[in-house]
């Protein structure tokens, strides 16, 4: 077992080892983009949130909690820097304040980007933010993936030639091109590895090209040779001259020695190690084993868990110190502050960090993009879309066959009927069906969604845009398909102005039940919780849809519902042109005899005439359904950090 464990560190530590000189020289040289490298320095720095109320329930009067104490650091360029502390120390905390991740609490102190003021919107377009979830658009490949990043975050004056040179030199730097076709698919699920989905985050946010890349545990679930393969992409990119932090929670001795600088943290927020680690962590260990009481380290011993138990709690209780005030009273953090105003001062040459222009790529190309990118998405899930055609086709001959040529027999009061319950049924059921399929789509596509709107690479208008795009374009083709199989089967009249009134209000039946489920989606927390709804309001859409109780038997009191129904107005508008303008003898039992269009117009509520009004109701609803779904993915941001 020993034997397995040394050969098994012999192998890591030499998989590590790889980035020889020349791979060094190869990676700063290859990278098409120039960059400018940037040190982030801050001093003083605390963070603080509102007091939870179970903590308010057990007898804490402050008003707020703080969770970040007095934090001083600096990040450099060509520097790979540990952020490391046990649970709760506030690590990725800190990360998040740095970043400017935090949507919620106040933050003090100082924060500068190589001896400027950080502004956020400046700063999302120089760096880049690798989440411990690796969330990314499963029905897409790794290249299309990368490629889609670079499209939306390299500047727009980055020609389409150089873009994909550059994507390309990135997929080599971590190891990916090898997998450039592969789909990415669901964690856990399908597609890309834990270890492979960690490096096509890496490079995600490397092709931004950005200064500044900060990592949350990018080895947290991986085994060794996965974790390897990871710390050697990580290393690749700092040695393009980048500035990159991790957050890692208990490195294994390999995976430790491989980072330059350690900002080591406690429980409750606070720095108690800021400093180089030096060969196999000897100033880290110099630093720890001066202090009075500390137990030296083992040969051989991994100084990362050596270091998190000699400065637990239960050490400090023991040794009855707090190496929060050691370290803010030690020489290093003198040296610190010391580094720390160096950087506070601009290098000469530098100029603060200004673009023209929030988002890298204007409007329209933001919607071009997000559109490829959909569209791709969407083509390549069959389990969504070709089932949706194949649910279509199957409906469609059901009802066909079911209500077989009664568009031809319209000779009494019942046959009537018999059409309006064709056409309640060929409305609704299916428009009902893309209400609830789209919904686990969108949900996917929204988490996404909320890692790329923070990564500042699209406005959300856009995204919606492109969304609602490429549902209109198969919700065509669905409607397409529908209408070519139910009108004949059916019976209806064959009329130019009839066929194309009956196809316009099936697509868009069929574009307002998607929308109204994707704002369904945008407007609640999750895909359950918007399916929960979704069952309380088709209910109500189905009774007030003028078939089960026609408009004017429904109580005065209920009627505006009638009115605010999209399928009514579907239903109204594809009687009112099929048959409004019918004037064929109708015999009404018990009383009498009419014409088609009398008995619609005095029985239903149903003119001709209205038509015009119908159509333009359609495209009301869209449009509102639409503008709510924008708006909600723009304003409402549930995932809170």
Known sequence: MRMRQTLQHRWVSSFLRTNDEATNRATQTQITLPFQPLALSFNHVNYYVDMPAEMREQGFAESRLQLLSDISGAFRPGVLTALVGVSGAGKTTLMDVLAGRKTSGSIEGSITLSGYPKKQETFARISGYCEQTDIHSPNVTVYESILYSAWLRLSSDVDEKTRKLFVEEVMTLVELDVLRNAMVGLPGVDGLST??????????????????????????????????????????TVNTGRTVVCTIHQPSIDIFESFDELL????????????????????LVEYFEAIPGVEKITQGYNPATWMLEVSSPLAEARLNVNFAEIYANSELYRENQQLIKELSVPPPGYEDLSFPTKYSQNFYNQCIANFWKQYKSYWKNPPHNAMRFLMTMINGLVFGTVFWQKGTK????????????????????????????????????RTVFYREKAAGMYSPLSYAFAQTCVEVMYNIVQGIEYTAIIYAMIG??????????????????????????MMLVSLTPSSMLANI????????WNLFAGFLVVRPLIPIWWRWYYWANPVSWTIYG??????????????VPGGSDTFVKQFLEDNLGIKHDFLGYVVLAHFAFIIAFFFVFGYSIKVLNFQKR
Not at 267 to 280: C, K, T
Request: charged content about 15%; overall charge positive.
């Open 195 to 236: 270890e492979q989905r960690k490096r096509l985050t890496i490079a995600v946010e490397l092709v931004a090209n950005p200064s500044i890349i900060f990592m949350d545990e990018p080895t947290s679930g991986l085994d060794a040779r996965a974790a390897a393969i990871v710390m050697r992409a990580v290393r690749n």
């Open 264 to 283: 080591l943290m406690k429980r409750g927020g606070q720095v108690i190690y800021a400093g180089e680690l030096g060969r196999h962590s000897y100033k």
């Open 410 to 445: 319209i000779g009494s009061q019942q046959d009537l009927f018999n059409l309006l319950g064709a056409t309640y049924a060929a409305v609704f059921f299916l428009g009902a069906a893309n209400c609830i399929t789209v919904q686990p789509v969108v949900s996917i596509e």
């Open 492 to 517: 209806y009249e064959w009329k130019a102005a009839k066929f194309f009134y009956f196809l316009f209000f099936i697509v868009s039946s069929f574009n307002y039940f998607t929308l109204f489920g």
């Open 533 to 540: 709804l979704i069952s309380f309001v088709l209910p109500l």
């Open 574 to 587: 594809v009687v009112a042109s099929q048959f409004g303008d019918n004037k064929s003898p109708l015999k």
